[in-house]
């Protein structure tokens, strides 16, 4: 890897990409930012923001020329269209670092299924990369403490979270714990052919991280449960019916079996993962 290498960031606007591109931009790389919207995209100062969509691979195969790796995130979109997108760049980078979701298992290295939709549609994205001759590393997050954003509204509004699966029991991680996994193996070797499983350090039920959130903006939270039909219907309006089963079924398996901790982000990183807690200090202000 160059001392100053040319890296391109897709998903650059979104949680993880924002805190990536500021790690990338600090340590001196030249960050290319993949956005649909360069007048809009509020990037950092020095990042280049190259106007480009993942469904349009020759945009994507123009931003990665000449980059030295690539950071893929691959939203919801259909699996069949993201062979062209995976081709266009490692047609071009020699290195890609993907942000995969972990399943709590290894089936993908055996061609298997994949337990649930979710982990199937990222195995599926995986088996492309392992196919495509580059240097691959997939950065596996568990449960990502940035999706309970979405209960920022209610909290705010009437103090109170409503949600489903109170005993659920998740390690869930800092967006800035999985940055820091992939700026390291964006710019550093060693990292070729691993896949990370980047967790937080402990397992929270659904009602502790409301009273963690309640202790960082200092007021007491009220949490409601609701009925898995209620989440579904709420669910469905931003994802695909299969993806909203497939969140609300590991849920609740998550209230017989909680989540594990993974030290995999101390172990890449030589310090202890963020802690939820950590996390909500961070973001009190999203919730107040």
Do not use: C
């Not at 949680?15 to 360069?38: E, F, H, I, K, M």
């Not at 967006?175 to 193996?185: F, S, T």
């Not at 309640?214 to 931003?238: C, F, H, K, N």
């Amino acid at each position: 890897m160059h001392a100053q290498p040319t890296l391109l960031v897709t998903g650059a606007t979104g949680t993880v990409g924002r805190s990536l591109v500021r790690r990338l931009r600090a340590g001196g790389a030249a960050v290319r930012a993949l956005v649909r919207d360069p007048a809009t995209a509020d990037l950092p100062a020095g990042v280049t923001a190259v106007r480009g969509d993942l469904t349009d691979p020759a945009t994507v195969a123009a931003a990665a020329e000449g980059a030295d790796a690539v950071f893929l995130l691959w939203p919801a979109l259909p699996l069949d269209a993201a062979g062209p997108v995976v081709d266009a760049i490692t047609r071009h980078a020699p290195r890609v670092v993907y942000l995969s979701a972990d399943s709590g298992q290894d089936a993908r290295e055996a061609d298997a299924d994949a337990p649930d939709p979710i982990s199937d549609f990222h195995a599926g994205i995986e088996r492309l990369l392992r196919a495509s001759g580059a240097e691959w590393t997939f950065v596996r997050g568990g449960g990502f403490a940035g999706n309970v954003l979405a209960w920022a509204p209610e909290i705010r509004a009437t103090g109170t979270v409503t949600a489903p699966y109170p005993k659920a029991a998740r390690s869930l991680v800092h967006e800035d714990d999985i940055a820091d996994v992939a700026a390291l193996a964006l710019t550093t070797d060693g990292h070729a052919g691993r896949a990370y499983r980047v967790t937080g350090p402990d397992v929270l039920t659904t009602v502790e991280q409301v009273r963690i959130i309640g202790e960082a903006i200092g007021r007491p939270l009220r949490y409601v449960e609701q009925t898995r039909e209620q989440a579904r219907a709420e669910l469905v309006r931003s994802l695909p019916a299969d993806f909203a089963d497939g969140i609300l079924d590991a849920h609740a398996e998550m209230e017989r079996t909680p989540e594990t901790v993974s030290h995999d982000v101390e172990a890449v990183t030589g310090r202890p993962a963020r802690t939820f807690a950590q996390w909500a200090r961070d973001h009190a202000g999203d919730f107040r």
